[in-house]
Protein backbone atom coordinates (compact mmCIF):
# COMPACT_ATOMS: atom_id res chain seq x y z
CA UNK A 1 0.00 0.00 0.00
CA UNK A 2 1.20 3.63 -0.83
CA UNK A 3 1.64 5.74 2.00
CA UNK A 4 -0.19 9.41 1.65
CA UNK A 5 2.71 11.56 1.00
CA UNK A 6 2.52 15.33 1.44
CA UNK A 7 2.66 17.34 -2.03
CA UNK A 8 5.92 19.44 -1.88
CA UNK A 9 5.31 23.16 -1.55
CA UNK A 10 5.63 25.29 -4.69
CA UNK A 11 7.96 27.89 -5.09
CA UNK A 12 7.37 31.20 -5.62
CA UNK A 13 6.12 33.17 -8.44
CA UNK A 14 9.08 34.91 -9.17
CA UNK A 15 12.38 33.12 -10.72
CA UNK A 16 15.45 34.58 -12.32
CA UNK A 17 17.99 31.88 -12.40
CA UNK A 18 17.36 29.47 -15.11
CA UNK A 19 13.33 30.12 -15.10
CA UNK A 20 13.42 27.21 -18.23
CA UNK A 21 15.39 24.67 -15.86
CA UNK A 22 12.72 25.38 -13.11
CA UNK A 23 9.59 24.86 -15.53
CA UNK A 24 10.97 22.10 -16.43
CA UNK A 25 11.09 20.67 -13.23
CA UNK A 26 7.90 21.77 -12.39
CA UNK A 27 6.56 19.60 -15.34
CA UNK A 28 8.07 16.68 -13.98
CA UNK A 29 6.84 17.32 -10.33
CA UNK A 30 10.29 17.90 -9.26
CA UNK A 31 10.33 21.55 -8.48
CA UNK A 32 10.89 20.64 -4.57
CA UNK A 33 13.43 23.66 -2.48
CA UNK A 34 15.20 21.75 0.21
CA UNK A 35 15.91 23.67 3.37
CA UNK A 36 18.28 20.76 5.99
CA UNK A 37 19.97 17.57 4.87
CA UNK A 38 21.87 15.19 6.99
CA UNK A 39 23.14 11.20 6.32
CA UNK A 40 20.95 10.31 3.78
CA UNK A 41 18.21 12.76 3.93
CA UNK A 42 16.55 15.78 2.66
CA UNK A 43 13.83 17.81 4.10
CA UNK A 44 11.64 20.59 2.17
CA UNK A 45 8.87 22.16 4.17
CA UNK A 46 4.95 21.46 3.20
CA UNK A 47 1.90 23.84 3.34
CA UNK A 48 2.56 24.45 7.28
CA UNK A 49 5.74 25.00 7.45
CA UNK A 50 6.53 21.14 8.57
CA UNK A 51 9.44 19.25 7.33
CA UNK A 52 9.16 16.40 5.08
CA UNK A 53 12.00 13.53 4.88
CA UNK A 54 13.11 12.88 1.53
CA UNK A 55 15.43 9.38 1.05
CA UNK A 56 18.41 11.16 -1.15
CA UNK A 57 19.43 8.27 -4.00
CA UNK A 58 20.53 10.87 -5.77
CA UNK A 59 23.58 11.63 -3.35
CA UNK A 60 24.26 14.70 -5.22
CA UNK A 61 25.29 13.11 -8.36
CA UNK A 62 28.30 10.93 -6.69
CA UNK A 63 29.33 13.92 -4.56
CA UNK A 64 27.79 12.79 -1.39
CA UNK A 65 29.52 9.38 -0.23
CA UNK A 66 30.31 10.46 3.26
CA UNK A 67 26.70 11.74 3.23
CA UNK A 68 24.87 14.81 3.64
CA UNK A 69 26.73 16.91 6.26
CA UNK A 70 28.75 14.34 7.60
CA UNK A 71 29.49 15.21 11.02
CA UNK A 72 33.28 14.57 11.08
CA UNK A 73 33.48 17.06 8.04
CA UNK A 74 31.48 19.46 9.64
CA UNK A 75 33.92 19.86 12.68
CA UNK A 76 36.94 20.27 10.42
CA UNK A 77 35.25 22.43 8.15
CA UNK A 78 34.32 24.48 11.57
CA UNK A 79 37.82 23.94 13.02
CA UNK A 80 38.96 26.14 9.62
CA UNK A 81 37.10 28.34 9.64
CA UNK A 82 37.46 29.25 13.76
CA UNK A 83 41.07 29.25 13.06
CA UNK A 84 41.17 31.53 10.14
CA UNK A 85 42.73 29.81 7.69
CA UNK A 86 43.37 31.65 4.36
CA UNK A 87 41.48 30.99 1.44
CA UNK A 88 42.74 33.61 -0.91
CA UNK A 89 45.98 33.14 -0.83
CA UNK A 90 47.46 32.97 -4.39
CA UNK A 91 51.08 31.95 -5.80
CA UNK A 92 52.01 31.04 -2.61
CA UNK A 93 53.31 27.16 -1.08
CA UNK A 94 50.36 25.60 0.34
CA UNK A 95 51.44 22.82 2.71
CA UNK A 96 47.95 21.33 2.93
CA UNK A 97 47.46 21.13 -0.59
CA UNK A 98 50.87 18.97 -0.87
CA UNK A 99 49.30 16.64 2.26
CA UNK A 100 46.29 16.15 0.15
CA UNK A 101 48.53 15.33 -3.38
CA UNK A 102 51.03 13.18 -1.15
CA UNK A 103 48.07 11.03 0.90
CA UNK A 104 46.96 10.63 -2.99
CA UNK A 105 49.84 9.25 -4.39
CA UNK A 106 49.89 7.01 -1.27
CA UNK A 107 46.55 5.36 -2.72
CA UNK A 108 47.58 5.19 -5.93
CA UNK A 109 50.70 3.42 -5.23
CA UNK A 110 48.78 0.87 -3.27
CA UNK A 111 46.19 0.64 -5.80
CA UNK A 112 48.33 0.66 -8.87
CA UNK A 113 51.63 -1.48 -7.43
CA UNK A 114 53.69 1.14 -8.96
CA UNK A 115 56.09 3.95 -7.39
CA UNK A 116 56.29 6.70 -10.63
CA UNK A 117 54.17 9.28 -8.39
CA UNK A 118 51.57 11.91 -10.05
CA UNK A 119 51.89 15.56 -9.69
CA UNK A 120 48.82 17.06 -8.79
CA UNK A 121 47.04 20.24 -10.26
CA UNK A 122 44.00 21.20 -8.08
CA UNK A 123 40.76 22.83 -9.47
CA UNK A 124 37.18 23.45 -8.31
CA UNK A 125 35.49 21.09 -10.28
CA UNK A 126 35.43 17.88 -12.01
CA UNK A 127 34.96 19.50 -15.39
CA UNK A 128 37.81 21.69 -14.50
CA UNK A 129 39.82 19.13 -13.80
CA UNK A 130 39.07 17.78 -17.23
CA UNK A 131 40.44 21.00 -19.00
CA UNK A 132 43.16 21.08 -17.15
CA UNK A 133 44.10 17.60 -17.93
CA UNK A 134 43.42 18.46 -21.54
CA UNK A 135 45.34 21.83 -21.41
CA UNK A 136 48.30 19.47 -20.28
CA UNK A 137 48.13 17.10 -22.42
CA UNK A 138 47.94 19.80 -25.47
CA UNK A 139 51.22 21.45 -23.73
CA UNK A 140 52.84 17.86 -23.81
CA UNK A 141 52.02 17.37 -27.36
CA UNK A 142 52.98 20.77 -28.15
CA UNK A 143 56.73 20.52 -26.83
CA UNK A 144 57.23 16.77 -28.50
CA UNK A 145 56.21 18.27 -31.45
CA UNK A 146 58.51 21.43 -30.70
CA UNK A 147 60.84 18.87 -30.15
CA UNK A 148 60.42 16.73 -33.49
CA UNK A 149 60.32 19.82 -35.55
CA UNK A 150 63.79 20.58 -34.20
CA UNK A 151 65.63 17.58 -34.80
CA UNK A 152 63.88 17.36 -38.58
CA UNK A 153 65.51 21.00 -38.97
CA UNK A 154 68.92 19.59 -37.71
CA UNK A 155 69.33 16.58 -39.56
CA UNK A 156 68.31 18.75 -42.90
CA UNK A 157 70.90 20.73 -42.20
CA UNK A 158 73.37 17.78 -41.91
CA UNK A 159 72.19 16.70 -45.20
CA UNK A 160 72.72 20.10 -47.10
CA UNK A 161 76.30 20.43 -45.51
CA UNK A 162 77.07 16.25 -46.07
CA UNK A 163 76.36 17.02 -50.14
CA UNK A 164 78.13 20.01 -49.93
CA UNK A 165 81.07 18.79 -49.25
CA UNK A 166 80.80 16.00 -51.02
CA UNK A 167 80.55 13.03 -48.43
CA UNK A 168 77.41 12.13 -49.39
CA UNK A 169 74.69 11.75 -52.21
CA UNK A 170 71.33 11.78 -52.75
CA UNK A 171 70.34 8.79 -54.43
CA UNK A 172 67.24 7.85 -56.98
CA UNK A 173 65.70 5.75 -54.55
CA UNK A 174 65.33 8.80 -51.91
CA UNK A 175 63.78 10.90 -54.40
CA UNK A 176 61.25 8.67 -55.28
CA UNK A 177 59.69 8.12 -51.68
CA UNK A 178 59.02 11.57 -51.72
CA UNK A 179 57.73 11.48 -55.45
CA UNK A 180 60.31 13.06 -56.94
CA UNK A 181 61.40 11.40 -60.51
CA UNK A 182 64.76 14.32 -60.34
CA UNK A 183 66.80 16.72 -58.09
CA UNK A 184 69.17 16.94 -55.44
CA UNK A 185 69.83 17.47 -51.81
CA UNK A 186 68.02 20.96 -52.06
CA UNK A 187 64.78 19.49 -53.83
CA UNK A 188 64.34 16.85 -51.60
CA UNK A 189 64.50 19.10 -48.84
CA UNK A 190 62.14 21.59 -49.81
CA UNK A 191 59.50 18.52 -50.67
CA UNK A 192 60.14 17.36 -47.27
CA UNK A 193 59.23 20.69 -45.98
CA UNK A 194 56.53 21.12 -47.43
CA UNK A 195 55.11 18.20 -46.88
CA UNK A 196 56.02 18.14 -42.94
CA UNK A 197 54.58 21.68 -42.38
CA UNK A 198 51.48 20.26 -44.09
CA UNK A 199 51.28 17.39 -41.05
CA UNK A 200 52.97 19.78 -38.74
CA UNK A 201 49.71 22.29 -38.81
CA UNK A 202 47.20 19.71 -38.41
CA UNK A 203 45.19 20.07 -35.07
CA UNK A 204 45.22 17.90 -32.10
CA UNK A 205 42.61 15.05 -31.84
CA UNK A 206 41.07 13.79 -29.25
CA UNK A 207 39.75 9.84 -28.77
CA UNK A 208 36.55 9.76 -26.01
CA UNK A 209 33.93 6.44 -25.69
CA UNK A 210 30.52 6.79 -27.56
CA UNK A 211 28.08 7.24 -24.25
CA UNK A 212 30.88 9.55 -22.24
CA UNK A 213 30.25 12.60 -20.52
CA UNK A 214 33.66 14.64 -19.22
CA UNK A 215 31.60 17.85 -18.84
CA UNK A 216 29.91 21.21 -20.15
CA UNK A 217 32.69 23.47 -20.12
CA UNK A 218 33.97 24.75 -23.26
CA UNK A 219 36.67 22.13 -23.95
CA UNK A 220 35.27 19.21 -22.22
CA UNK A 221 31.86 19.41 -23.96
CA UNK A 222 33.13 18.45 -26.74
CA UNK A 223 34.40 15.14 -25.25
CA UNK A 224 31.35 14.51 -24.14
CA UNK A 225 29.46 12.05 -27.11
CA UNK A 226 25.96 13.40 -26.50
CA UNK A 227 25.10 15.34 -29.34
CA UNK A 228 22.73 17.58 -27.26
CA UNK A 229 25.12 19.38 -25.01
CA UNK A 230 28.05 19.13 -28.01
CA UNK A 231 26.76 19.86 -30.89
CA UNK A 232 25.79 23.48 -30.29
CA UNK A 233 29.50 24.23 -29.42
CA UNK A 234 31.39 22.57 -31.91
CA UNK A 235 33.16 25.26 -33.23
CA UNK A 236 34.50 26.74 -30.59
CA UNK A 237 36.84 23.94 -29.62
CA UNK A 238 39.31 20.87 -30.50
CA UNK A 239 36.99 18.13 -31.99
CA UNK A 240 36.79 14.54 -30.43
CA UNK A 241 36.79 10.90 -32.52
CA UNK A 242 34.50 8.55 -30.28
CA UNK A 243 35.02 4.88 -30.12
CA UNK A 244 32.04 2.70 -30.02
CA UNK A 245 32.26 0.68 -26.85
CA UNK A 246 31.55 -3.09 -28.10
CA UNK A 247 34.00 -3.59 -30.90
CA UNK A 248 36.93 -5.35 -30.39
CA UNK A 249 39.78 -3.36 -32.10
CA UNK A 250 38.45 -0.03 -32.24
CA UNK A 251 40.77 1.52 -30.17
CA UNK A 252 43.53 0.78 -32.20
CA UNK A 253 41.57 1.44 -35.48
CA UNK A 254 40.92 4.74 -34.19
CA UNK A 255 44.71 5.27 -33.58
CA UNK A 256 45.53 4.31 -36.62
CA UNK A 257 42.90 6.23 -38.61
CA UNK A 258 44.30 9.20 -36.77
CA UNK A 259 48.34 8.30 -37.01
CA UNK A 260 50.57 11.71 -39.13
CA UNK A 261 54.29 10.62 -40.01
CA UNK A 262 57.00 13.87 -41.07
CA UNK A 263 60.02 12.99 -43.18
CA UNK A 264 63.04 13.26 -41.77
CA UNK A 265 66.00 13.48 -44.35
CA UNK A 266 68.93 11.91 -42.47
CA UNK A 267 72.67 10.94 -43.31
CA UNK A 268 73.50 7.36 -43.83
CA UNK A 269 76.95 6.72 -44.47
CA UNK A 270 77.06 8.25 -48.09
CA UNK A 271 73.91 8.32 -49.01
CA UNK A 272 71.01 10.65 -47.88
CA UNK A 273 67.84 8.64 -47.22
CA UNK A 274 64.53 9.78 -45.95
CA UNK A 275 62.95 7.89 -42.90
CA UNK A 276 59.82 8.82 -41.33
CA UNK A 277 58.82 9.60 -38.11
CA UNK A 278 55.67 9.60 -36.04
CA UNK A 279 54.12 13.52 -35.34
CA UNK A 280 51.75 13.34 -32.02
CA UNK A 281 48.73 14.24 -33.09
CA UNK A 282 46.33 12.70 -30.70
CA UNK A 283 46.27 14.39 -27.89
CA UNK A 284 45.01 12.25 -25.70
CA UNK A 285 42.04 9.22 -25.25
CA UNK A 286 39.99 9.97 -22.45
CA UNK A 287 37.79 6.70 -20.44
CA UNK A 288 35.06 6.70 -17.65
CA UNK A 289 35.87 3.41 -15.94
CA UNK A 290 31.67 3.30 -15.46
CA UNK A 291 29.91 6.19 -17.61
CA UNK A 292 27.81 7.98 -15.06
CA UNK A 293 25.78 10.21 -17.60
CA UNK A 294 25.71 7.86 -20.23
CA UNK A 295 23.98 5.46 -18.56
CA UNK A 296 25.92 3.47 -15.19
CA UNK A 297 27.96 1.66 -18.32
CA UNK A 298 31.02 -0.07 -17.05
CA UNK A 299 34.07 -0.44 -19.49
CA UNK A 300 34.38 -3.91 -20.16
CA UNK A 301 37.91 -5.56 -18.37
CA UNK A 302 39.19 -6.59 -22.37
CA UNK A 303 38.18 -2.93 -23.48
CA UNK A 304 40.12 -1.70 -20.77
CA UNK A 305 43.20 -3.74 -21.59
CA UNK A 306 42.83 -2.99 -25.32
CA UNK A 307 42.96 0.99 -24.14
CA UNK A 308 46.25 0.48 -22.27
CA UNK A 309 47.83 -1.66 -24.85
CA UNK A 310 47.17 0.48 -27.77
CA UNK A 311 47.71 4.03 -26.29
CA UNK A 312 50.78 2.74 -24.57
CA UNK A 313 52.02 1.52 -28.59
CA UNK A 314 50.96 5.06 -29.90
CA UNK A 315 52.54 6.98 -27.17
CA UNK A 316 49.39 7.97 -26.69
CA UNK A 317 48.62 9.10 -23.21
CA UNK A 318 45.31 8.22 -21.44
CA UNK A 319 42.88 10.29 -18.70
CA UNK A 320 41.18 8.21 -16.59
CA UNK A 321 38.17 10.36 -15.73
CA UNK A 322 37.67 8.91 -11.80
CA UNK A 323 35.15 12.05 -11.24
CA UNK A 324 32.18 9.74 -10.32
CA UNK A 325 33.13 6.53 -10.06
CA UNK A 326 36.27 7.43 -8.15
CA UNK A 327 37.14 8.35 -4.17
CA UNK A 328 35.78 4.82 -3.03
CA UNK A 329 32.30 4.55 -4.43
CA UNK A 330 33.06 1.22 -6.14
CA UNK A 331 34.71 -0.35 -3.54
CA UNK A 332 37.66 0.62 -4.16
CA UNK A 333 39.31 4.05 -4.60
CA UNK A 334 39.33 4.20 -8.16
CA UNK A 335 37.03 2.13 -10.68
CA UNK A 336 39.89 1.64 -13.01
CA UNK A 337 42.01 -0.21 -10.86
CA UNK A 338 40.08 -3.20 -10.81
CA UNK A 339 39.83 -3.02 -14.37
CA UNK A 340 43.53 -3.18 -14.91
CA UNK A 341 43.39 0.29 -16.34
CA UNK A 342 46.49 2.13 -15.43
CA UNK A 343 46.33 6.22 -16.27
CA UNK A 344 48.81 8.85 -17.73
CA UNK A 345 46.27 10.96 -15.81
CA UNK A 346 43.48 10.80 -13.62
CA UNK A 347 40.64 13.19 -12.44
CA UNK A 348 39.08 13.21 -9.63
CA UNK A 349 36.30 15.68 -7.63
CA UNK A 350 32.61 15.24 -6.24
CA UNK A 351 33.67 13.38 -3.03
CA UNK A 352 36.77 14.72 -2.85
CA UNK A 353 34.72 17.96 -1.06
CA UNK A 354 33.07 15.49 1.09
CA UNK A 355 29.81 17.32 0.32
CA UNK A 356 31.20 20.82 1.73
CA UNK A 357 34.10 22.07 -0.27
CA UNK A 358 34.07 22.42 -4.17
CA UNK A 359 37.12 20.83 -5.14
CA UNK A 360 38.94 18.64 -7.36
CA UNK A 361 42.16 17.18 -8.56
CA UNK A 362 43.94 16.09 -11.80
CA UNK A 363 47.12 13.91 -11.37
CA UNK A 364 49.37 13.38 -13.75
CA UNK A 365 52.43 10.86 -13.93
CA UNK A 366 56.04 11.74 -13.69
CA UNK A 367 56.91 10.92 -16.57
CA UNK A 368 54.33 12.83 -18.50
CA UNK A 369 54.58 16.08 -16.35
CA UNK A 370 55.49 19.36 -17.61
CA UNK A 371 56.57 21.59 -15.00
CA UNK A 372 55.70 24.62 -17.67
CA UNK A 373 51.98 24.43 -16.90
CA UNK A 374 52.71 25.55 -14.11
CA UNK A 375 53.13 29.27 -14.95
CA UNK A 376 50.49 28.47 -17.65
CA UNK A 377 47.27 27.29 -15.93
CA UNK A 378 45.62 28.36 -12.40
CA UNK A 379 42.70 28.88 -10.57
CA UNK A 380 41.45 31.56 -8.42
CA UNK A 381 39.77 29.37 -5.91
CA UNK A 382 42.54 26.12 -5.96
CA UNK A 383 44.46 24.65 -4.07
CA UNK A 384 43.17 27.07 -0.77
CA UNK A 385 43.57 25.79 2.41
CA UNK A 386 39.72 25.14 3.60
CA UNK A 387 39.34 23.14 1.10
CA UNK A 388 42.22 20.78 0.89
CA UNK A 389 41.89 20.54 5.05
CA UNK A 390 38.30 19.19 3.88
CA UNK A 391 39.78 16.64 1.60
CA UNK A 392 42.47 15.68 3.91
CA UNK A 393 39.63 14.76 6.19
CA UNK A 394 37.73 13.17 3.55
CA UNK A 395 40.86 10.77 3.13
CA UNK A 396 41.65 10.00 6.38
CA UNK A 397 37.81 8.43 6.74
CA UNK A 398 38.27 6.55 3.37
CA UNK A 399 41.54 5.11 4.45
CA UNK A 400 40.35 4.51 8.29
CA UNK A 401 40.00 1.08 9.73
CA UNK A 402 42.30 -0.75 6.97
CA UNK A 403 39.79 0.89 4.67
CA UNK A 404 35.95 -0.05 6.02
CA UNK A 405 34.42 2.83 4.00
CA UNK A 406 35.48 0.74 0.84
CA UNK A 407 34.08 -2.36 2.20
CA UNK A 408 31.00 -1.13 3.34
CA UNK A 409 30.41 0.77 -0.56
CA UNK A 410 30.72 -2.75 -1.55
CA UNK A 411 28.72 -4.75 0.85
CA UNK A 412 26.07 -1.59 0.66
CA UNK A 413 25.95 -1.59 -2.84
CA UNK A 414 25.41 -5.40 -2.98
CA UNK A 415 22.65 -5.39 -1.01
CA UNK A 416 20.95 -2.52 -2.78
CA UNK A 417 21.55 -4.27 -6.50
CA UNK A 418 20.16 -7.49 -5.00
CA UNK A 419 17.09 -5.30 -5.12
CA UNK A 420 17.15 -3.94 -8.13
CA UNK A 421 18.04 -7.20 -10.15
CA UNK A 422 15.07 -8.87 -8.03
CA UNK A 423 12.66 -5.89 -9.72
CA UNK A 424 14.05 -7.07 -13.14
CA UNK A 425 13.34 -10.87 -12.41
CA UNK A 426 9.69 -9.57 -11.73
CA UNK A 427 9.06 -7.11 -14.16
CA UNK A 428 10.78 -8.31 -17.05
CA UNK A 429 8.59 -6.46 -19.17
CA UNK A 430 9.31 -3.21 -17.39
CA UNK A 431 13.16 -3.88 -16.23
CA UNK A 432 15.36 -3.62 -19.21
CA UNK A 433 18.66 -3.70 -17.47
CA UNK A 434 20.65 -3.18 -14.31
CA UNK A 435 24.08 -1.84 -14.48
CA UNK A 436 26.94 -0.67 -12.35
CA UNK A 437 28.93 -1.70 -9.21
CA UNK A 438 29.33 -1.04 -5.70
CA UNK A 439 27.04 2.44 -4.86
CA UNK A 440 27.17 3.68 -8.37
CA UNK A 441 23.92 1.61 -9.93
CA UNK A 442 21.54 2.62 -12.75
CA UNK A 443 18.13 0.76 -13.39
CA UNK A 444 16.85 0.90 -17.63
CA UNK A 445 13.29 0.52 -17.99
CA UNK A 446 12.31 -0.89 -21.07
CA UNK A 447 11.34 1.69 -24.26
CA UNK A 448 8.20 3.51 -23.92
CA UNK A 449 7.64 5.42 -27.03
CA UNK A 450 5.25 2.54 -28.29
CA UNK A 451 3.06 2.22 -25.03
CA UNK A 452 -0.35 2.07 -24.94
CA UNK A 453 -0.72 4.50 -22.00
CA UNK A 454 -0.52 8.05 -24.15
CA UNK A 455 0.90 9.81 -20.99
CA UNK A 456 3.82 7.52 -21.03
CA UNK A 457 4.49 7.45 -24.77
CA UNK A 458 4.52 10.74 -24.75
CA UNK A 459 6.90 11.05 -21.66
CA UNK A 460 9.20 8.65 -23.76
CA UNK A 461 8.44 10.44 -27.22
CA UNK A 462 10.06 13.57 -25.29
CA UNK A 463 13.04 12.04 -23.86
CA UNK A 464 11.74 13.05 -20.07
CA UNK A 465 10.07 9.95 -19.13
CA UNK A 466 13.08 9.22 -16.39
CA UNK A 467 12.40 12.53 -15.22
CA UNK A 468 8.48 11.69 -14.40
CA UNK A 469 9.44 8.24 -13.08
CA UNK A 470 11.82 10.47 -10.80
CA UNK A 471 9.12 12.96 -10.10
CA UNK A 472 6.61 10.28 -9.09
CA UNK A 473 9.28 8.89 -6.45
CA UNK A 474 9.68 11.67 -5.21
CA UNK A 475 5.35 12.63 -4.80
CA UNK A 476 4.00 9.60 -3.82
CA UNK A 477 7.24 8.24 -1.85
CA UNK A 478 9.36 10.70 -0.54
CA UNK A 479 12.52 9.10 -2.82
CA UNK A 480 15.45 10.94 -4.76
CA UNK A 481 16.82 9.90 -7.77
CA UNK A 482 17.11 11.63 -11.80
CA UNK A 483 17.99 10.21 -14.50
CA UNK A 484 21.07 10.07 -16.38
CA UNK A 485 21.64 12.95 -18.79
CA UNK A 486 22.31 10.94 -21.50
CA UNK A 487 20.02 7.94 -20.92
CA UNK A 488 17.08 8.78 -19.81
CA UNK A 489 15.46 5.84 -19.69
CA UNK A 490 17.98 4.85 -16.58
CA UNK A 491 17.73 5.81 -13.13
CA UNK A 492 21.09 6.55 -11.14
CA UNK A 493 20.81 5.20 -7.73
CA UNK A 494 24.23 6.62 -5.39
CA UNK A 495 23.53 7.05 -2.05
CA UNK A 496 26.30 7.05 0.37
CA UNK A 497 27.91 4.20 2.05
CA UNK A 498 25.79 4.93 4.65
CA UNK A 499 22.59 3.99 3.62
CA UNK A 500 20.54 2.17 5.50
CA UNK A 501 18.46 -1.05 5.20
CA UNK A 502 15.29 0.83 6.19
CA UNK A 503 16.26 3.67 3.25
CA UNK A 504 16.65 0.32 0.86
CA UNK A 505 13.68 -1.40 1.42
CA UNK A 506 11.68 2.31 1.08
CA UNK A 507 13.31 2.43 -2.58
CA UNK A 508 12.68 -1.02 -3.21
CA UNK A 509 8.87 -0.56 -2.28
CA UNK A 510 8.30 2.36 -4.35
CA UNK A 511 10.50 1.06 -7.23
CA UNK A 512 8.04 -2.46 -7.00
CA UNK A 513 4.86 0.38 -7.24
CA UNK A 514 6.08 2.42 -9.99
CA UNK A 515 6.94 -0.88 -11.60
CA UNK A 516 3.32 -1.96 -11.31
CA UNK A 517 1.88 0.93 -12.47
CA UNK A 518 4.40 0.76 -15.90
CA UNK A 519 3.12 -3.10 -16.44
CA UNK A 520 -0.69 -2.38 -16.05
CA UNK A 521 -0.06 1.62 -17.68
CA UNK A 522 -2.35 3.09 -14.62
CA UNK A 523 -2.12 6.57 -15.69
CA UNK A 524 -4.54 7.17 -12.31
CA UNK A 525 -2.84 5.74 -10.12
CA UNK A 526 1.05 7.63 -11.54
CA UNK A 527 -1.31 10.64 -11.11
CA UNK A 528 -2.41 9.55 -7.86
CA UNK A 529 -5.89 9.73 -8.33
Known sequence: ?????????????????????????????????????????????????????????????????????????????????????????????????????????????????????????????????????????ELDRVMRAGVLAAQLAAHAEQARAAVSAGTAEVTAGALAQLGLKEGGVAELLAEAERRNAEQMARPPVFLALEGGFHGKLMGSVQLTHNPGFRTPFSALATQARFIPLGRRGAVGEALAAERAVVFDIVVDGSEVQVAERDLPVVCALLVEPIQGEGGIVEVSRELAEEIGRECQAAGCPVIVDEIQSGMGRTG???????????????????????????????????????????????????????????????????????????????????????????LREEFPGVVKDVRGRGLMLGLEFTDQTSAPSETFRGFAQAGILGYALAGYLLKRHRVRTFPTASAVSTLRFEPSVYVSDAEIDQLAAALRALCEILRDQDEARFFGS
Open 332 to 422: SFLASSSLGLRGDYYTLAKSLGGGIAKNSVMLVRQSRYRREFEMVHSSTFAKDAFSSLIAQKVLDILEADGGQVYRLATERGNKLKSVLLA
Open 1 to 137: MESAVTEPKAAGPVELTEPHLRETLAMAGLDVEYVRAEHNTLYYLDENGEEVPVVDFTGGYGSLLLGHNNSQIVARAREALDGQVPVHAQFAPSSHANAVAFRLNEILRRELGSDEPYFAIFANSGAEAIEAAVKHA
